[in-house]
């Protein structure tokens, strides 16, 4: 859950802006290297992964306030280039739903694409370093290690901004209409600090990674058994 929930018009200018170009960098460069492949096969799968990470990603896990993003399966299933885009087309959609801001869309993309594209490269490392000997352990350790690493980049973006994460949280309150006023947000802000923020976020994150993790390496296996061709193909 390495998405970040930010409303619009919290984080700095700059970093928003840094996120928008970056993302329109990569962008234009996956574009680019999926120009040669045959999409008629690939758009029915970018349709079917994306429709899975926008449920995925709006069903919250209760008992733990956790959702998966299942875009180490993206990455694993489409390839890094592909999932790339599909990472961006599903933030976009989500934003106007109020998933996170619109103008986030472009860091959450950095962040979420990151997951998929180092998912589907430790994917092949695993691959390579066990011999092929379960494409579960293989998968599952690839999304693990992802999604602790995306989970860093969030928390690197946070740090950047330098904006509190106690007001970040409290501000989604006042959009919601279920916070204080600004005394509140202003007495919350002064209580956090980031060391706070990034231990608590490593403490209670394991236990929805290794869901996560476990789930995508389950799904793996499932579609490498009926179509293995859609799990090792030769992908942008």
Known sequence: MSHMHIPDGVLP?????????????????SIRRVGG????????????ISALMIVGMTLEIVPIA??????????????????????????????????????????????????????????????????????????TLAALLSLFLSTSIMLG??????????KIEDIKHLVSGTGGGTGEMQTREDGINFPRFAKAVFILCPLGWILESVITGLVVKYVFRVRPDLILPQQA
Not at 13 to 29: P, Y
Not at 157 to 164: F, I, M, T
């Open 157 to 166: 973006v946070v740090y950047a901004s330098h904006v509190s994460p106690e």
């Open 37 to 48: 492949i045959d999409l008629k096969r690939k758009i029915p799968l970018i349709g079917i």
């Open 66 to 139: 956790y959702h998966i993003n299942l875009t180490v399966l993206a990455g694993i299933v489409l390839g890094p280039a592909l999932a790339f885009i599909a990472v961006f087309i599903v933030d976009l959609l989500i934003s106007m739903f109020g998933h996170g801001g619109v103008t986030v869309v472009g860091l959450n993309t950095i962040i979420i694409g990151a997951e998929a594209v180092l998912g589907y490269y430790l994917f092949q490392l695993f691959r390579e370093v066990m011999r092929n000997k379960s494409i579960f352990w293989e998968s």
């Open 13 to 29: 200018v700059w970093i928003v802006t840094a996120g928008w170009i970056a993302t329109a960098i990569i962008l234009s460069f």
